[in-house]
Each structure stands twice: as C-alpha cells, then as structure tokens.
C-alpha cells in the first residue's frame, strides 16, 4: 500500500510540474509575440524621411513620408468639399543651458479639392491663407487620380526654410518637421463634427540634427 502511495504522489507530482511548465511557456511565448503584434497594429507608416540641402543661398528641405487617407475624408473629398493640409518646418539652435532657440518657422499649405463634373483632383500649393482658392497660391496642379494627387501631398522636394544668415557656423541646430490635416479651415458644420474624431487627425512628425559647417 506504501508503494502505491508513494508511486501515486510521484505521478501527482510530475503531472503538476508539466503542467506548470506548459503554463510558464505559453506566458513567455505570449509575453514575446504581443507587444510586436500592438507595435505592428499601432504604426501608421514607415517614418518620414528628410533631406537638408544646405547651399550659399540658405537651407533647402526635402521630404516624403507616407500617410493612409481615413474613408471619411476620402468620402468628404468625392462630395466636393476641399481638403486642407499643412507642412511646417522649424529651424532650432542647440543651447545646453537653456531649451533650443527657435531660428525660423516656415508653412506649406496644400488645398485639395475634386472637381466631378471634370473627374479630375486640383492640389494647390502655398505658403499664405489658402480659405479663398486664389490667395496665396504659388502652384496649381491637377491629376487624374486621387492616387496620383497624393502622391504630390506625401512628397516635398527643395523647400526653402532658411537662409544661409540664419545658420550660426560652428552652432548645432536642428530641423522639425510636422504634417498634418488642417481641420479648421473646414466649413464649419464640418469643423463641428470632426471634434474628437480620430479619423480627421492626420499627422506627421520628425526631427533632423543639422551637422556643423566646418571652416573653409
């Protein structure tokens, strides 16, 4: 009877301990895989990648970054209500002692509007008030596809943010770059209904280190 106690016990105890082990396992293989699974779910896009061109007339920004266009705003779009969107850059001296000074801050607004009776996309381009379609347009442009019109909104090629003056030798600066869709130039039962609404904010957002200029 002993022996069959004792042989009963071995068994108990060898179940509990595989099964304590599965439970181990299983937290460990779950501790692993979740949080790369939410990092997946929760990225927008690849990062924005920015180029700085600096030359003797000041410094050029290029960028092209990657966004989805929300249904919603997609739908507002093929009802013929423009969509707006802006760019800012903002050029930062580096102070140890102090939070970083800001040097120059310069918008890029983007007006996108489809026109039905045409089937074509209109992006304008400026950098001043863009509530009238005509004020402070530097660049008209039409498309074909919302696929294609896009495809300009994502990309910025040699902006100019700065001048050369504005650039101390020998300093450290930085440039920010932020993207994003400008609900406020809305109409305004539109403005009331994006409050809160997640599938109106877009926004992109980056920061570059500017490398010192050597001497001559």
Known sequence: MMAFITLCSKKL?????????????MVLVQGWTFPALAADASEPGRPPVLKLDRTDDGLWLSAQFRFELPVVVEDA????????????ADLLRERWYW?????????????????????????????????EATQGLTLNLNFETLTDAMAA????????????????????????????LDTSQLPRPLQIGTLGQSDWQISVTTSQVLGVERGK
Not at 77 to 88: D, N, R, S
Request: hydrophobic share 45%; charged share 25%.
């Open 13 to 25: 105890l060898l179940s509990r301990w595989r099964c304590w082990l599965a439970a181990i396992t």
């Open 153 to 180: 909104v994502r990309r910025i090629s040699r902006w100019k943010i700065a001048d050369a003056a504005d650039i101390e030798p020998g300093a450290q600066h930085i440039v920010e770059f932020r993207f994003a």
């Open 77 to 88: 779009l093929l009802k013929g209500i423009p969509i707006y969107f802006v760019a800012q």
């Open 99 to 131: 939070t970083n000074r800001k040097i120059t801050s310069v918008q890029r607004r983007m007006r996108l509007i489809y026109h039905p009776l045409t089937q074509r996309w209109r992006l304008n381009v400026g950098a001043g008030d863009m509530t």
